[in-house]
């Protein structure tokens, strides 16, 4: 696998925050992800009136993963997974995922997804150990 480009995915993720929908909190957020198939994909926060149906930036980011690009039928081995994600405020500065979307993230790329954070590059599994996947279904 070839370096990843933070700055890059940290600009993208920057972009994707000025596009949030954060008329409540008024906290924008913005995701950006490589994945598996080359593309550079974004997503960011979509709040909703009623809280609990807002969507986080990360929520974004997976419906990119699956909905973008060409339309074909893809098999099981053919559906993308996210390599590197980078999710940033405001200011551009690196936010950690919250739980949940830990496990979204984990879902659609594994322990071994690699996130920006405040204190570096971390593997998710340092923030997620012991998730629960797939392979226990």
């Excluded at 960011?44 to 974004?60: D, K």
């Excluded at 909905?67 to 893809?74: H, Q, T, V």
Aim: hydrophobic letters at 40%; proline letters at 5%; a negative charge.
């Amino acid at each position: 696998m070839d370096v990843i480009d933070w700055d890059l995915l940290r600009g993208a993720a920057k972009v994707a925050m000025s596009r949030a929908y954060a008329r409540y909190s008024r906290f924008p957020v913005g995701a950006a992800a490589l994945t598996s198939d080359g593309r550079v994909i974004t997503g960011s926060n979509i709040e909703n009136a009623s809280y609990g149906l807002t969507l986080c930036a990360e929520c974004s980011l997976i419906s990119a993963l699956h909905g973008a690009g060409e339309i074909k039928e893809l098999t099981f081995s053919e559906v993308p997974r996210l390599l590197a994600v980078s999710v940033v405020d405001r200011e551009g500065r690196p936010l950690t995922p919250c739980g949940r979307c830990r496990q979204l993230l984990y879902e659609h790329g594994g322990p071994e997804l690699l996130l920006e954070t405040a204190t570096g590059i971390r593997r998710l599994t340092e923030y997620l150990p012991d998730a629960f996947g797939p392979e226990y279904l």
